[in-house]
Each structure stands twice: as structure tokens, then as C-alpha cells.
């Protein structure tokens, strides 16, 4: 055959059984011996062809030989004959046999049998992935095939039936009712809202902020992160030039309840005043102003934090009167609310839980009950079907509101036996939305107006009608003037310019109508109206004192109130269907008696505290009401010209008011360092999922931790730095057991002889601690804070945050004010205050060894900084060169040497062993199994320092003062400013030997980049 012929033909054979050759050539040459495959022999004749080109027109004939000799093994193999050009050519086995006398039938019946049985097997198995009916030729194949089987041939109809049989071509079961009109039923709508509620909790906003929002599920919520449009710049402005709206709903709120001196006595071992005010507080304890503190463990201070809150106590009548039972609610963050909540129980003794007397949303359905309900029997499916509850007796779905995670059977009270203090957890019991700039009083005003005053008939009764707790409060003269001196200083924030004017804190109390019935036709913008503060008098008072103290009281701290109003709400659609029935379309819509009255707390938020530029930016009030009422206060904010923003913008906000952002700038805090550790689990999955060519080599860069922040590593590196500095005889005197046993607790502790690592040109000769160990660890650099925390459990730690108003405000007369406060500087430079000396800094230092401090770092020149980037010390040499050159930017790193590749190579060239060895027998791979375990070590990351990190302090040519937690280009000052923590050892040493006109100058440096850059380092009080 030629080549093409051969080509063919295996093509034509490639399914058939390796011990079967079938051949259009195959004929046997006269004494050959084919194998039968049942161990005998049989003799065949061959004819010559009359032909000899042509292989069909072969004729066979049997002819006798002599026996086959006995020495000749019966398993012998065979040799087949092809013809070909140029004569007969010998098959592959190239052994001719002879033919054997006779065959055992049942042998022989049994070989070919195992033939016959490949054969079919091979027919009906398919080589390819395609279905019978593609495997027809075009012109047979019909549309319909694919769902049909009659329409195929009666051959192919059985082999089409088996695949239809399977579960991956069967056909989805349509779900009952879930149809597009189907879905966009309210009541479908609602009970699969109900349902996705199950595992995170929606606000109230939720819908409105998933249909413009970026949504993340964080802390239990599904919370809007960012809007999809560019606003970033947009949301600047509008906290300083507009109005910024947030939905704070998910911040959680504790209430305790019993005598003023039993809370007062429980909760004072929980703060302290050298941190700044407590619960005690005249002008809090009053219910005049919302107070914030911060919280720590009892007796523990200043360790063992446990986050900030605020707090607002329930204001009396008159400053006169007195209870004996007073409120007190706790504004916290969610992810310090089980720590907290924790401590409160035990510090007030509430081990008993009661049953909640405030209302929680029904247990929902299961999965397997919601598909019982949904299941229809055989003979109505294909007809119209009708839900057994519609008609006259259906019960309308109701829409959870609140938390729907919450178990209804679980407490949310506590009492004391002991003090009679009740806790009770009223997280999403209120809503609480945010008005940031200072056009919130305009909108305020504009959206919200004051419930009328209600009279009542003689002979009505009061008990049905739906408000009756306004009438019964309208009844009373002196709450009636309470309400129009309310409603008189509502109206004077109008002309007021911005919430800053307002003394920090200021509560006032109010009783509102319906906002909807006020809702505009078009979205519009307010401005400030001068008219409505014409009486100076009157808002000269409101600026310099405040609100008075029976003006913050507010009808929502009645829990049963709360619960009448929003069982009482109108609907929208019974709203818009009397709209639709005035007779002037467009006009007010007068409701009367039926309008529903809700009261609200107004609670003023200062802004900016801190420093002494931009004092009250990002000021504005925060608005509590009662639950279900979200969108009716939500909507008409957004319509007066309020822009909304998520969590991003709350984040940029605390950055530009230069304070803590809850929880990740809380180190100390439990909730701030789970937060560090889901971060930095967060950037290296981000960090892995880039090739090594497109992502920074931070081990070369020498970025040690570029996910996370080590500081108690900082701070032990620090302590032992001054220390070596103090007793530089200690390490070479012969008893030298503090040294050696404080170089047991700290491994990689600098020292004054390796803090020169650096070699010339590009290399970085590492110590000997910063070796590659046997047992590395890639997932290191981003659980390093979690390594810390457990040495910390396991001996005490020391690490705090110097939180004492005394001691930062020295700090800040010593470092000096910001490069960009002008007037401060020339004071500062007026005043000559002296270098701190080491005996001015011995007591701060034995209070707090292990200390961090919340600073504050604008940029001399260009860079925008970013978050972990490192605060380093600057040397003699750069300020020398800063005086010469007043535009020199900063020093560079020099290039680190990795001392991972090498084991990065083994660890590629193990896996490619492993690969190997993957596609061998199962057995030879369970022999390999248990062997020595050669890829035990675990992986290693390019880029990534692993193992234990060495001397932090002392890795790189410029000594590491702390790091950066927030960082970008401020659209406030113009220039790149970051906040973070530095060490207070580290800063005071670095502040006793710097000159004065450097002192506060520092460098930073981006995790992926070598430039150094300088910036001036200031503690704002």
C-alpha cells in the first residue's frame, strides 16, 4: 500500500483491539503459523493470486504439512504476510511459524469471543464528546434532534435515549413562580428578600444602596463600600462645601438602665480620666451633649483596650428633678460589640437574661420548608396555578425590619441581682443616618417639619385612633411649650452656616410629621436662609450655651413608643393613592389626625478637634428615629441635594479630620487586630494572583512586612536599642546574664554592631538571624501580628498606645507644629522650647516601656504616601544634603539581596518531580508516599520575606520608627499627608538628637518603592 493507503487504514483501525489486525491486505504466505489464541495451530493454504497487484481477488486453500516439532512452544507469536509493491513483505511480529493439524473449539470459541466483545465495546464507545445526532451527516441532521429522540434514526434512537438519561444534558426543573412577572410580585419580592436576610443583615437603605453602590458583607451586614460612579473628589466637596449623607444604622447600641450612681460605680473602673472625659462628665451626665470615651478592660488601664464609643445620657424635665432610674445608651462599632458587651456584663453583674419585651422578627422559613410550600402535585403542572392565600383571606407578607439573623429565643436583656442594672441590646432597634457639611442645617430643616399640636374632640375616644400617644402628650400644657420652644430652635439651624458654630455635642429632641407628605417633585438644592435667624439674640444663646437641657429630651427613648410608630406607618402606595386623589394635582397633601408623629434626636457631630488648621472641617448632625422609617427620612435627604456616601467615604472623612479610623487604627484593640489580620489576608490572596513579573520584589526592595504592621516587634526592638545604647558595657563584661537572657526573648534584636548590613553596590549582606531556616513560612509577613498577639497571651504584653492627655501634649510642644501651620511655626520658633532631655522622658518611659503614638505627617515636596509605607529616622548626611539642596527629595534604598531564590528554584524543581511522579501507577506512588516526606517544606512565595522576620529597626540603612495605617494625596492641604503610630521610645530618642531646626523631620518610604522622602512629624492634641 502506499502511504496515503497506510494513513488510512490506521485511521480505520484506531478503534479496534491491538490483539485483532483486520486488514485489506492481510493474507498468510504457505508456512506461516497464525495464532489462534487458544494455544493450538491449524494449517492454511495459500493460493497465488491470479492478479498479484490486487489484494480482493485472493483465493485461499488448506494444504497438509509435515507436524510441527514438539520443541516449538504453542504461545509462540506470529508473522503476517501483506502484499505490497515489489512482492510479499513480512507483518511487524517477523516470525514466520507453521500451521498447526487442529484447534480445541472451546478455546478457540472462547478467543474469539474476547475478540468480538472489544469489537462492540470499541463501536460503542465514543472517541469524541459529541452527541449521537451530531455525528450524523449534515444533510440528515434536523433541528429537533437534540430534544427529540424520534427524530433520529431507529439505529441511533437507544444510544440517544441513554445520553438524554444523563444528568448533564437533562433539562432544569422550572421553579414554580419564578417567572419574571412572577419575581417582580410584591410578595414574591418580599419573601425573597426575607430569605437573603437570613445570614447578613440589611439596612433599611439596602436596596437603594445595591442598585448605585459597590456592596461588600462586612461585620454581618451587607454594606455599601463605594458608588460605581467617579465621586471621589465629588464627596470632598461635598463635606466641605455641601452636605454628605451616610447610613450609620449599623453602628450598634447598648442601653443600661438603674440608678445613676450604681452605672456610674460599674463603669468606672472601665475608663480613665487621664485619657480624657468618662461617663461622669457634668455636661454629659445632664443629657445636654453626646460624650465619647474610651473603654479598656477593668483595672486594666492603659492596656488591654477594648475600642471607643459614645454615649448619651437620657435627659430630665427640669434640671431640678431627679430619678432614681436613669438610661444610658452606648454607641459602638459592631466589631467591638461582643468585647465590650462582654465586659459591661460582667463589670454591672448582669449574668441573668430576660426575655426581650421589644419586638424581633419572625423565625423564616427553611429551605426545605419553602420548597414543601412551593411544591405543586403532577396533574396541575402545565395549568394555572393559584397560592391557596390570595383572595379575601390572604395575609399580607410582612418585610423584615431589623436584624432578621437574630434568634428570637436568644436573650437581648440582662438584670443584676445585685445592682438592679438592666443591659438590653438595641442594635437595630433605631436608624441613624450622618449629615456631613454645612448645608446639613438647610436640609434639615427643609425635609424635616415639626409635628402640628393635636386637639381632641369631647366624647372621641383616643384609644383607636393610631397616634394616640401624641394626643395624650398634646393634653399635657407644659409638653405642648416644651414641643414650640423645640420646634423655635429647629428653626434657627436654618440660618445658621454650619454645624461647627454649634457647641461640640449639642443634643435637641423633636416630634416630626410624615417627611414624605414634604417631598419635592423634582430633586432640588437648598441654601442657607439668613431670614430665619433675625432674632441675634436668640441664636447668639443657641452659639455660645447650647440647647437647653429639657430641649434634648425626645419621646424615642419609650420603646413602646417606637414600636406604635412603626407598626403605624402609612404605606407608600396608600400614600400615593391619596396623592392621586387630590383634587389639584401637585398640592399639599393634608393627612390630619392620620399623620403619623415621629420623634428623632438631633445629635451634632464636631468634625475636626485636633490641631490647629481646619478646626470644625467635616462637622455635621447625626438623626435617630425609629426602625421601618428609613427610606421616609433617607429619600428626602437625597431629594433636598444631599450626596450619599459608603464606607470608603467615612474612611477618607476620619483621615481628614486626622483621627483614628475604627477599627484598624486601634492596634491595641482585639477588633483592630483581627481587622490587621483579614487585611493582610486580603492583599497577599491579591498580592499571589499577580505573576512574579507584574508585582514588586519587596524582599529586594527590603519591605519585611509589606501586608502588616509587627508592632510589638517594633516596640521590643526599640527598647532593647536604647537600652544597648545605655550599657554599652554590658555585652562585653563577663556576666553578662541580662544581655544574654533579654537576646533569648528577642532573637533579632538590633544591635549597635549589626546595624550595618549594607554592602556597596547592590548586594545587602543579611545577619545571621535574617537566614533562611529549614521550616519556612510564605504565610508569615501576613500573620505576624498574630504570632505577636500569641507570644503576648502567653507571657503579658506591654504594648499600648499613649493615649495620656498630659504626656501628648508634651510630645506635641516637642515636636513642633506642622510645616504647613505657619503661624504655629514662628511661634514655635519664638518660644525655644529645649530638646526633651533623657531625664524629662524617664518617667513617660516607665509608665509606658512598650509604647506606641498616634502621629500625624504632611510631605515637604511631592509623594503621595501610602498605607504600611515606613516612618524611618532620617542620618546626619540627609539633612546635610537637605541644607544644600532645599529641593532634594530623599535618599534611596539600596538593592537587597534575596536569600529565598535558591530555594525557590529547589522548591520549582520539586514540583516538577511531583508532577512526575503524579502520572505513574498508584502503586509506585503509594510507595513513594510513604518515604521521606521531600516537599514537607511548605511553599514559598518570590517577593516574600519567610520565616521569622529579623531586626525590623535595623533591616534596612535607615532606622524603621513605625509605620503608616492611612496615606494618600489630601485634597484638604494640597499636598500628601499620612496618620500612623511610631514608637515613643524610638521618637523621643530620635527627637533628644536631632538639632532644632530639623527637629520632627522623618522619612517614608512605600512598601514597593526605594525613595525616601521627607516629612515633618506632628502630635495633634
Not at 488591654?304 to 431640678?320: A, D, N
Amino acid at each position: 500500500m502506499s502511504n496515503a493507503k497506510e494513513r488510512k487504514h490506521a485511521k480505520k483501525m484506531r478503534n479496534q483491539p491491538t490483539n485483532v489486525t483486520l486488514s485489506s491486505g492481510f493474507v498468510a504466505d504457505r508456512g506461516t503459523k497464525y495464532h489462534n489464541g487458544g494455544g493450538r495451530h491449524f494449517h492454511q493454504a495459500q493460493k497465488q493470486e491470479p492478479f498479484p497487484g490486487t489484494s480482493r481477488q485472493r483465493q485461499t486453500k488448506m494444504t497438509h504439512h509435515s507436524p510441527v516439532d514438539p520443541d516449538v512452544k504453542e504461545q509462540s507469536s506470529s508473522k503476517i504476510m501483506f502484499k505490497k509493491k515489489g512482492g510479499w513483505k513480512a507483518g511487524p511480529e517477523g516470525m514466520s511459524q507453521e500451521i498447526p493439524k487442529y484447534i480445541t473449539a472451546s478455546t478457540f470459541a472462547q478467543a474469539r469471543a474476547a475478540e468480538i466483545s472489544a469489537m462492540l465495546k470499541a463501536v460503542t464507545q465514543k472517541s469524541s464528546n459529541s452527541l449521537v445526532f451530531q455525528t450524523l451527516p449534515r444533510h440528515m441532521r434536523r433541528r429537533a434532534m437534540s430534544h427529540n429522540v424520534k427524530r433520529l434514526p431507529r439505529r441511533l434512537r437507544e444510544i440517544a435515549q441513554k445520553e438524554a438519561e444523563k444528568a448533564v444534558h437533562q433539562k432544569k426543573e422550572h421553579s414554580k413562580n419564578k417567572c419574571h412577572k412572577a419575581r417582580r410580585c410584591h410578595k414574591n419580592r418580599v419573601l425573597e428578600f426575607n430569605r437573603r436576610q437570613k445570614k447578613n443583615i440589611w439596612l433599611e437603605t439596602h436596596i437603594w444602596h445595591a442598585k448605585r453602590f459597590h456592596m461588600v458583607k462586612k461585620w454581618g451586614y451587607c454594606l455599601g463600600e463605594r458608588p460605581t460612579v467617579k465621586s471621589h473628589r465629588a464627596c470632598y466637596r461635598a463635606m466641605t462645601n455641601r452636605c454628605l449623607l451616610q447610613d450609620l444604622s449599623y453602628y450598634c447600641c447598648l442601653e443600661l438602665k438603674g440608678k445613676e450612681e450604681e452605672i456610674l460605680k460599674a463603669l468606672s473602673p472601665m475608663c480613665s480620666i487621664d485619657a480624657g472625659l468618662t461617663f461622669a462628665a457634668v455636661h454629659c451626665l445632664s443629657g445636654k451633649c453626646q460624650g465619647s470615651v474610651l473603654l479598656y478592660r477593668a483595672n486594666r488601664y492603659p492596656r488591654e483596650m477594648l475600642g471607643p464609643v459614645t454615649f448619651i445620657w437620657k435627659s430630665e424635665r427640669t434640671p431640678s428633678h431627679t430619678s432614681e432610674s436613669r438610661q444610658l445608651w452606648i454607641w459602638l462599632h459592631p466589631m467591638l460589640k461582643q468585647d465590650i458587651l462582654e465586659e459591661l456584663k460582667a463589670a454591672c453583674q448582669c449574668v441573668e437574661p430576660i426575655k426581650p419585651t421589644i419586638c424581633t422578627p419572625g423565625p423564616l422559613l427553611t429551605t426545605s420548608e419553602e420548597k414543601s410550600q412551593t411544591e405543586l402535585p403532577d396533574e396541575k403542572i402545565g395549568k394555572k396555578r393559584k397560592r391557596k392565600d390570595d383572595g379575601e383571606n390572604a395575609k399580607p407578607v410582612k418585610k423584615v425590619i431589623g436584624d432578621g439573623t437574630r434568634d428570637p429565643h436568644q436573650p437581648s436583656s440582662w438584670i443584676s441581682a445585685a445592682t438592679g442594672i438592666i443591659i438590653s441590646d438595641l442594635t437595630m432597634e433605631m436608624n441613624r443616618l450622618r449629615l456631613i457639611g454645612p448645608l446639613s442645617h438647610s436640609i434639615l430643616t427643609e425635609a424635616l417639619k415639626a409635628a402640628s399640636v393635636q386637639t381632641v374632640r369631647e366624647g372621641e375616644d383616643t384609644e383607636k385612633t393610631p397616634h394616640h400617644w401624641w394626643i395624650e402628650t398634646c393634653k399635657n400644657p407644659d409638653s405642648v411649650s416644651l414641643h414650640h420652644r423645640q420646634e423655635a430652635i429647629f428653626e434657627l439651624l436654618g440660618g445658621i452656616t454650619s454645624p461647627a458654630e454649634i457647641p461640640s455635642g449639642t443634643i435637641l429632641g423633636l416630634t416630626v410629621g410624615d417627611p414624605r407628605i414634604n417631598l419635592p417633585p423634582k430633586r432640588s438644592k437648598v441654601l442657607p436662609n439668613p431670614e430665619k435667624c433675625q432674632d441675634n439674640e436668640k441664636v447668639r444663646q443657641l452659639l455660645l450655651e447650647g440647647v437647653p437641657v429639657d430641649c434634648a429630651h425626645s419621646f424615642i427613648w419609650n420603646q413602646a413608643i417606637c414600636k406604635n410608630v412603626t407598626e403605624n406607618k402609612i404605606s407608600d402606595q396608600d400614600l400615593n393613592r391619596r396623592r392621586s386623589e387630590l383634587l389639584v394635582p401637585g398640592s399639599q397633601l393634608v393627612l390630619g389626625p392620620q399623620e403619623s408623629k415621629i420623634p428623632i434626636l438631633l445629635i451634632q457631630q464636631p468634625g475636626k478637634v485636633t490641631g490647629d488648621d481646619r478646626r470644625g472641617w467635616g462637622s455635621g448632625w447625626d438623626i435617630l428615629f425609629p426602625k421601618g422609617w428609613g427610606m421616609a427620612f433617607w429619600i428626602p435627604f437625597i431629594y433636598r441635594g444631599a450626596r450619599v456616601g459608603g464606607l470608603k467615604e467615612s474612611v477618607m472623612h476620619s483621615q481628614y479630620k486626622r483621627s483614628p479610623d475604627i477599627p484598624g487604627d486601634f492596634p491595641d484593640c482585639p477588633a483592630g487586630v483581627v481587622f490587621a489580620e483579614e487585611q493582610a489576608k486580603n492583599l497577599l490572596e491579591k498580592y499571589k494572583r499577580r505573576p512574579p513579573a507584574k508585582r514588586p520584589n519587596y524582599v529586594k526592595l527590603g519591605t519585611l512586612a509589606p501586608f502588616c504592621c509587627p508592632w510589638e516587634q517594633l516596640a521590643q526592638e526599640w527598647e532593647s536599642r536604647v537600652q544597648a545604647q545605655e550599657e554599652p558595657s554590658v555585652a562585653s563584661s563577663p556576666s553578662g546574664e541580662d544581655s544574654d537572657s533579654r537576646r533569648d526573648k528577642l532573637p533579632c534584636a538590633p544591635t549597635p554592631e549589626n546595624t550595618d548590613l549594607w554592602s556597596d553596590e547592590g548586594g545587602t549582606s543579611l545577619s545571621s538571624c535574617s537566614e533562611p531556616r529549614e521550616a519556612m513560612d510564605t504565610e508569615c509577613p501576613a500573620r505576624v501580628g498574630t504570632e505577636w498577639v500569641a507570644c503576648q497571651d502567653a507571657t503579658g504584653s506591654l504594648l499600648c498606645v499613649l493615649r495620656s492627655r498630659k504626656w501628648l501634649k508634651q510630645l506635641s510642644t516637642w515636636c513642633g507644629p506642622s510645616s504647613r501651620d505657619k503661624r504655629a511655626a514662628r511661634r514655635a520658633s519664638g518660644s525655644g522650647e529645649p530638646a526633651p532631655t533623657r531625664a524629662a522622658c524617664l518617667p513617660l518611659l516607665e509608665r509606658f516601656p512598650r509604647a506606641l503614638v498616634w502621629v500625624s505627617l504632611a510631605l515637604l515636596r511631592k509623594g503621595s504616601p501610602e498605607p504600611h509605607s515606613m516612618i524611618c529616622v532620617p542620618t546626619e548626611e540627609d539633612f546635610l544634603r537637605l541644607r544644600q539642596d532645599q529641593l532634594y527629595c530623599g535618599p534611596q534604598e539600596s538593592k537587597h539581596s534575596d536569600p529565598f531564590k535558591s530555594e525557590i528554584r529547589k522548591q520549582k524543581e520539586r514540583k516538577k518531580v511531583e508532577k512526575r511522579q503524579n502520572k505513574q501507577a498508584p502503586t509506585e506512588r503509594e510507595g513513594l508516599a510513604g518515604g521521606p516526606p521531600a516537599a514537607g517544606h511548605q511553599a514559598l512565595t518570590l517577593g516574600l520575606w519567610s520565616g521569622p522576620l529579623p531586626g525590623v529597626t535595623s533591616h534596612c540603612s535607615r532606622v524603621l520608627l513605625g509605620f503608616v495605617t492611612q496615606g494618600d494625596f489630601s485634597m484638604a492641604v494640597g499636598g500628601g499627608e499620612a496618620l500612623g503610630f511610631v514608637s515613643l521610645t524610638g521618637l523621643l530618642d530620635m527627637l533628644s538628637t536631632q538639632p532644632a531646626a530639623e527637629r520632627g523631620l522623618v522619612l517614608l518610604r512605600a512598601p514597593a518603592s526605594p525613595q525616601y522622602r521627607f516629612a515633618r512629624i506632628a502630635v495633634e492634641v
